[in-house]
């Protein structure tokens, strides 16, 4: 017993700095987590902001690349299926042209000076469509609320893209789709560093990231990629079909 005596009061001091050891990494754990949503809340303020200031010139800044954009608009929603869509992220609305007649649409946006102008062009198109303001980082749908959901150019000014996409598996239903158009990092390797480089810049100025990896992103968030289709710029500009768990069939 008494030889056991040094063992066992080393085993006590043991315990209790195990004891406080958990309590401070419990303690540094939160206060971590804490700083992580307050730099999560302040980049998507960020964005917002940008956005807001972006708005009344967003539709003249984008005459130029919309006349091969609305191509291929027409071609991602000729594939939406529905009935119950969400389009993240619709901004002035520049895919409202092309809603299929027979979906039922949701469209959120993180920005009201975007929301506003979507707003108008509905009532010009006369388009029956549900308009919100939401963060894709956090939706306040309930689980399983979509058949599919649709982006276009969002997730590369997303602050946590992989939070985003994560959300919208939990939105859409087992065997729904996920339907996305975007820029993404090139592929080549001095492209892709030039896009490195320069995206603090273009961040700054347009509000977009140029080197996301989204087909990586989609891939990590859950969903099962079903397609990733090569629109322009030798791969830099990408149709991405997803399919939430289970495969189901999507033609392309
Ligand atoms: C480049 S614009 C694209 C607008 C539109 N989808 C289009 O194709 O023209 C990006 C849009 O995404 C929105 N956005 C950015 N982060 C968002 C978020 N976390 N949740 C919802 N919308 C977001 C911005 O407010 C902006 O309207």
Redesign the pocket.
Known sequence: MLNSLPAMVENHRFRIQLGQNKWDLNREHRSAKKKCAMTEMKR?SK??AR?ERIAPL?DVM?ILPERR?SSWRRHLWSIVQGPKVME?????G??MPFYPDDVEITA????PG?LKRARQRAVVLDIGVDLQI????ALEFPDNSFDECV????F????DPIL?LRELARVTKPGGHLLLLDHVRSGNEIAGFVMDVMNPLAVRVT??NINRQTAENVRQSGWQLELEKNMGMKGVFKMLVATNGTSLPISS
């Open positions: 998507t964005t917002q956005y967003y984008e954009y993240v992220g619709v901004g002035t520049k895919n959120i946006d993180l920005t975007m939401g963060d894709v980082q982006a276009t150019f969002v590369c000014s997303v602050p985003g509000g977009a």
